[in-house]
Structure formats: C-alpha cells, structure tokens
C-alpha cells in the first residue's frame, strides 16, 4: 500500500524536514521523503545513540539541540530524542542523554 500523504506529513513533522511546501507534492518532495525514510526506527542500544552508530557523542548532542522543547508524537518521538516519550525533548530527556554521554558499545 503506498505511503499516504497524512502519513508523509505525519512523518515529516515528526522529523521536523520540512517540505517545499509549493503547494503540491512534486520530485522535490520526493528528495526530503527519501531522505527521512523509515528515520525514528533506529534502536538505540544506548539511550541517546539517536543516530545508532554504536555511541553518544556530539552527533547526537546536536540532534538532541535541533529538537530542543519540540512537541513529539510516537511512534518516532522526534527521531527517538524524546527518550522518555513525554511528548517533548526536554531537561528529563537531556538528563537521561547525560548518563550516557560518550558511552559506546
Ligand atoms: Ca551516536
Ligand atoms: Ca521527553
């Protein structure tokens, strides 16, 4: 079943990429869409690996700023930075980012 185009937008909000917004859904739409596909899916083995590489560094930290005080919604939780899935990337999810800062697996 193809992608819908609530859920496109779902997933793009979700990711905070915004589209091009012309008015209609066209190749350059297609670009941000391949770009963020499946993204949020990522497991993280450590919380706060949000990108998966295995470990909690500044690529992480700077995903973390880029959603700071963003409102989340599941399944994708702004790409998993809301750690405690409260609905927003907040001290309580920078505090359990903390705890892991430069860990690796
Ligand atoms: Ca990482
Ligand atoms: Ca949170």
């Not at 700023?65 to 989340?72: A, E, V």
Request: charged letters at 20%.
């Amino acid at each position: 079943m193809p992608l819908s185009i609530t859920k496109a937008i779902h997933l793009s909000e979700s990711c905070q990429v915004k589209s091009n917004k012309t008015g209609r859904v066209d190749t350059a739409d297609l670009k941000f869409f391949a770009e963020n596909y499946l993204c949020g899916n990522i497991q993280q083995k450590i919380p706060g690996d949000f990108d998966g590489n295995g470990k909690v560094d500044f690529v992480d930290l700077n995903r973390l700023t880029n959603y700071w005080l963003s409102p989340c919604v599941g399944p994708v939780w702004c790409q998993g930075v809301d750690l405690n899935k409260s609905g927003r990337v907040d001290f309580v999810d920078f505090a359990l980012f903390a705890e892991n800062w430069l860990k690796q697996n």
